[in-house]
């Protein structure tokens, strides 16, 4: 279900001008030409200028939408169902070199013309 509501989402954004956002800093923005779920990741193909690059987020424990925007959920709150046990469990592991989403949120925007 949830699937089928994060495509549907995206896919408003089709040939438009879009950028991703995390921590308050733009990591990325263009037109976005294509969008596919590849496992565990949301893959999206933006052209920027006179190139096409692709760009690939992992796939998120929660999301919503509102005006505009999508706010992708990596916080370790929402993967653990904010369950203490599991969520101290959680914080305990460790991870060589982290995504630099873990544990935060993002947010891809559209942006106006």
């Not at 565990?40 to 760009?55: P, R």
């Not at 505009?68 to 599991?86: C, G, Q």
């Amino acid at each position: 279900m949830i699937h089928q509501d994060i495509e549907r989402s995206i896919n408003h954004f089709l040939l438009k001008e879009i950028a991703f956002i995390t921590n308050q800093k733009t990591i990325k923005s263009g037109k976005l030409i294509l969008f596919c779920i590849k496992d565990f990741y949301l893959v999206f193909t933006l052209s920027i200028g006179s190139t096409k690059k692709v760009f690939e987020l992992p796939y998120p424990f929660n999301f919503r939408t509102s005006n505009k925007r999508i706010y992708l959920d990596y916080s370790i709150k929402t993967f653990t169902h904010n369950i203490p046990e599991i969520f101290n469990l959680t914080k305990l592991l460790t991870v060589k070199k982290p995504n630099k989403l873990f544990n935060s949120y993002a947010e891809i925007v559209e942006l106006s013309k």
